[in-house]
């Protein structure tokens, strides 16, 4: 039988504390073990070229969670962490460290070498695709079916009483366990471990030449039979022979609760980094501690939460505990007694309770001392300046484009954006895209530093950086639209000075490009552009040509790209004849615009009485014509009725009712409140003979069961309302049944000084004059 690993000592060998990474029953077992056998130095599981960033540890400015980045110089994206909280083992070590001016350094394959062997910091499984969890196989021997729950009862729930009187004695049975396994399943499907051991190995060798006996390594338990194994100088540099390595660099950042639920550098998520951290932090009574913050931040939420919830929670999380013969109260128990005295067993709030304390949103801080690269510097300063503070919880921030500077806030996240930082993504708010308003939904992942790191090649502030990566991007660009869209993006983010190359790179694709699809694509993004503009005090002369020009181009060839297109064809053409018709609303006032609309609404009349164009986009152009006041009811209703003659195919009329009331086109909410259309629609159907309906009825239901539910229940009251007072004239004179006659402009005008005050175009002299 081969011999297990001996019990580490302090003494003789290295004592070996093998741990698991974010455990906080570990890092007191940790930071006891250190205490009784006070090593000269510390060896700790992690790439060794961090060893010059370990005094920053010390520095009261430094607030885990954090992470070890080190990413590849060359190809910033090629990254991994080494995360830490404070309940870390690997986190109490180096701080106990630090703290006893011990030598403290980092053992392991270096960065150079794991960045360069995988693109990934997650390790692939072994060719066979079993990958051994010891905890778990540790779990089903003792008979838990339930990986966490054992590691609980053994490890994190010992109480101060119940520890052995030996504080290396969990590590000596941990590593004997360890060892059993390894023999039975060898690398247990990590392949890369065999050179991580080796150099672990060496380095241990190079301590103890060092100084001597007395050194401890914290590591993950599995590593401590490799570690504790007796092997040659040889045969561990034979095993790194070769490896390739690329250039890296190392730094801290900001990590998150929610992140340590995931698998990283260490390789080792936990699902409740919240918990685990309450329980390192709790000296004493931590389930009535964990109950009364559930307790705050129910109430937080408005839910009637009392003290004596609190009492009767903990009364039950301990009763569960006792029936399930646990040691302690674990977080199954705690979340059960929740649900069912502070939740009345709903899972809704539960949910809330886990995201934010089991889970948790603790950001981490690092200091201004710890390297970084020139962006991330000028992002730290801007970020300060315009008070925006990195948050792992998502917040909304609504920003006002009047005031400096909430303008300055949208450049920088614009900025960011076109430079892959996706710190803030645009949101629906008050306002729209295009308006002195913009709403953002902010929310800061630790990967975004990576991101940071690959976008420090284009310059070394966010703005020249910006700049050169529209520039790029302008002349790579692989259509009209991409360059649209990009001298949008541009006008957003204030890059004047890529705004030249911009719209080159788009009149010389304009010009070359004679696709209407690909014109009429493209026209929207300039005339938005337009907007942003005016919003941003920006010169757009040079936009306004040729959006103007483009806009000309379509109106010509719209017409003939509209016909003989299929069902999908069609579909996607409306889109565009709505953008355009948009884009040409816009630009209405555009220095050397003059007719432009009028020409465009001739193009629509075109669409909307040609045989040949597909029927939604003929439906599409009477609406937006009708909508316009370009055509008038019994035109409208005159094109309705040749559309669902009974000569017309039941496809074509149908496609023609979406195009006019489709739900795509928000045809029902304006059928609720404009009774002049819903007479319109009103007069056919009951125009339509008895025979004939049934034939008709499918395309009616293919058109309005796309409604909305509460669109389809108002439609049918004011059906079911019958005939009133008022009535509307269809295409023959006859009266349609149930609907007002016209406008009534006295109530319309009555709604105009409200509607001038809301979007503040009277001044407070004129309010007070017309008040």
């Known amino acids: 039988m081969t011999s297990r690993a001996p019990a580490p000592t302090a003494s003789g060998g290295p004592l070996l504390l093998g741990v698991r990474h974010h455990g906080p029953g570990s890092a007191r077992a940790v930071h006891a073990a250190l205490e009784a056998a006070r090593p000269r130095a510390v060896l700790i599981e992690g790439p060794p070229e961090a060893d010059a960033l370990l005094p920053l540890a010390a520095d009261a400015r430094m607030r885990p969670p954090v992470a070890l980045l080190a990413h590849a110089v060359d190809d910033p994206g090629r990254a991994s962490f080494w995360p830490m909280a404070d309940f870390s083992p690997e986190w109490v070590a180096l701080r106990w460290a630090l703290a006893h001016g011990v030598p403290v350094r980092f053992a392991d394959l270096p960065a150079a070498n794991s960045l360069a062997m995988t693109e990934h910091a997650e390790r692939p499984p072994g060719e066979d695709g079993r990958i051994v969890d010891p905890i778990g196989i540790l779990a089903g021997t003792a008979g838990y079916d339930d990986p966490e729950r054992w590691w609980e009862d053994v490890v994190e729930h010992r109480a101060a009483d119940g520890r052995p009187a030996d504080p290396l004695a969990p590590f000596a049975a941990l590593a004997e366990a360890m060892t059993a396994l390894r023999e039975a399943y060898g690398d247990g499907g990590h392949p890369q471990d065999a ?17 001597g006996d007395g050194i401890a390594v914290v590591c993950g338990a599995w590593h401590v039979p490799a570690l504790a194994a007796r092997t040659t100088v040889a045969a561990d540099r034979s095993l790194l022979k070769g490896i390739p390595k690329v250039r890296t660099e190392l730094t801290w950042v900001p990590w998150t609760h929610r992140r340590l639920a995931r698998h990283s550098g260490y390789g080792a998520g936990i699902e409740s980094p919240g918990w685990y951290g309450h329980l390192f932090g709790s000296s004493d009574r931590p389930v009535e501690r964990w109950m009364t913050k559930v307790a705050g931040l129910l109430r937080e939420e408005d839910m009637p939460v009392s003290s004596a919830h609190v009492i009767e929670a903990v009364r039950l ?66 970020q300060r300046t315009l ?82 990566r529209a520039e790029a991007d302008a002349v790579s660009a692989p259509s009209l639209a991409s360059v649209t869209a990009l001298a949008e993006r541009c006008l957003l983010a204030g890059l004047t000075e890529a705004l030249p190359v911009v719209m080159r790179a788009l009149a010389d694709r304009a010009a070359l490009d004679a696709d209407v699809g690909h014109l009429a694509d493209a026209l929207p993004a300039l005339a938005r552009s337009l907007r942003y503009g005016d919003v941003r005090s920006t010169d757009t002369a040079a936009l306004g040509e040729v959006a103007i020009g483009l806009a000309e181009r379509v109106r010509v060839g719209l017409p003939p790209a509209c016909t003989g297109l299929d069902a999908d064809g069609a579909a996607e053409m409306r889109g565009r004849v709505e953008g355009v018709h948009t884009a040409v609303g816009l630009l209405a006032d555009v220095a050397g615009a003059d007719g432009l609309p009028e020409r465009w609404a001739d193009a629509l009349r075109k669409l909307s009485a040609r045989d040949t164009v597909a029927g939604v986009i003929r439906g599409r152009a009477t609406r937006l014509l009708l909508d316009d006041g370009l055509l008038a009811e019994s035109e409208a209703a005159l094109l309705m009725g040749l559309t669902l003659s009974p000569g017309t195919p039941p496809a074509e009329a149908a496609a023609w009712i979406e195009g006019f009331v489709g739900a795509a086109t928000g045809g029902g909410m304006l059928l609720v409140h404009d009774e002049r259309l819903l007479g319109l629609v009103d007069a056919w159907l009951t125009g339509i003979p008895a025979e004939e309906f049934i034939g008709v009825l499918p395309l009616l239901r293919r058109t309005f069961s796309a409604y909305e539910p509460g669109v389809r229940r108002t439609l049918g009251d004011l059906v079911r309302r019958g005939p009133g007072p008022g009535r509307v004239r269809d295409a023959d004179g006859a009266s349609a049944p149930g609907f007002g006659e016209g406008h009534d402009e006295e109530r319309a005008d009555a709604v105009v000084p409200v509607l001038r005050l809301l979007l503040g175009l009277d001044t407070p002299v004129e309010r007070k004059a017309t008040g």
Do not use: Y
Request: one cysteine or more.
């Open 195 to 211: 050179v991580r051991e080796a150099c672990m190995r060496l380095q241990l060798r190079a301590a103890r030449k060092e100084f």
């Open 387 to 468: 008070r925006l503070r990195p948050e792992a919880e998502g917040r909304e921030l609504d920003l006002d484009l009047r005031k400096d500077t909430d303008a300055a806030r949208s450049r920088l996240l614009h900025r960011l954006r076109l430079l892959g930082v996706d710190w803030g993504t645009p949101a629906a708010g008050r306002g729209s895209t295009g308006t002195f308003r913009e709403s953002w939904r902010l929310r800061w992942e630790p990967e975004l530093f990576v991101r940071i790191a690959e976008a420090g090649v284009w310059g070394t502030t966010v703005l020249a950086a910006a700049t050169a």
């Open 317 to 382: 999380a301990g009763t569960l505990a006792a029936l399930r013969d646990r040691p302690a109260v674990g977080l199954t128990e705690a979340t059960d007694a929740v649900r069912a005295v502070m939740c009345e067993g709903s899972d809704v709030p539960l949910a809330l309770v886990r995201d934010r304390l089991v889970v948790g949103e603790i950001l981490g801080e690092v200091p201004d001392s710890a390297p970084a690269v020139p962006l991330q510097r000028d992002l730290d300063r801007q």
